[in-house]
């Protein structure tokens, strides 16, 4: 069990640009969730996903922003014209669907700063 | 909808001081309780949980009981160490529906203990 993988640790973009980040779930989880923090606040959740399907998009997931999971492994999110305001961690964790009550893994997350 | 508000911060103990951090939830179903940790420059991780009501969940001397009738979850330590020191996030986690796992975070609670 190797946890939850995100890359980049650290992406700073200019306003503008597209970025986009990933994250490798624990092998055997199916279901795999995206948050994203901004300073001095908790986790807000963005999506998530079971295998290949997304659930579910919060109001927060603007049309600028776009998560895929191609084959129920890893996941990518998107944002397009990233602006200063997207400037977040990313939070990327999974669970099983018979866990997901019980907690679930976060990766270390992706610092996004937008300039 | 659901929601969780923690009590402010920041707090600030001598080390083998008493710990309280305060959690209150609204919730629409059942939820599951939980509290996350974020330790400097890491991820979140699942420091304890509960699932129904007068459940206690426990971990590294941490504490909290979920109670129904006062929808809280409060944290508590008989003993704080320096390296306790973290954010703390209380949580839920809807069980009905679609929204099976997804989480509400409070905004975070920073505890610094000193030596």
């Known amino acids: 069990d190797t946890g939850v993988s995100q890359n980049p640790r650290h992406k700073i973009t200019k306003r503008g640009q597209n970025v986009t980040f990933r994250c490798d779930p624990i092998?055997?989880?199916?279901?795999l969730y995206w948050y994203r923090q901004t300073l001095g606040q908790g986790p807000e959740f963005l999506t998530y996903?079971?295998?290949?399907?997304?659930?579910?998009k919060s109001r927060l997931l603007s049309d600028r922003f776009s998560a895929e999971r191609p084959k129920g492994s890893f996941s990518t999110l998107e944002i397009q014209r990233t602006e200063q305001g997207d400037s977040a961690m990313y939070l990327c964790?999974?669970?099983?669907?018979?866990?997901?009550?019980?907690?679930?893994?976060f990766g270390s997350g992706t610092r996004l700063t937008v300039v | 909808g659901n929601s969780v508000t923690q009590m402010e911060g920041p707090v600030t103990l001598s080390e083998e001081a008493f710990l309280t951090i305060n959690c209150t939830y609204t919730?629409?179903?059942?939820?599951?309780l939980f509290w996350y940790v974020q330790y400097p420059g890491e991820g979140l991780q699942l420091l304890l949980k509960?699932?129904?009501?007068?459940d206690k969940g426990s971990n590294k001397g941490f504490e909290a009981t979920y109670r129904k009738e006062t929808t809280s979850f409060h944290l508590e330590k008989g003993s704080v160490q320096v390296s306790d020191s973290a954010v703390y996030f209380c949580?839920?986690?809807?069980?009905?529906?679609?929204?099976?796992?997804?989480?509400?975070f409070g905004q975070g609670t920073i505890l610094t203990v000193h030596p």
């Open positions: 964790a999974s669970s099983s669907p018979d866990r997901a009550n019980y907690g679930y893994t």
């Open positions: 092998s055997e989880h199916n279901r």
């Open positions: 996903f079971q295998n290949e399907a997304q659930l579910e």
């Open positions: 919730a629409t179903g059942y939820p599951s």
């Open positions: 509960a699932t129904k009501a007068d």
């Open positions: 949580a839920l986690s809807d069980r009905g529906g679609t929204s099976y796992g997804k989480l509400t």
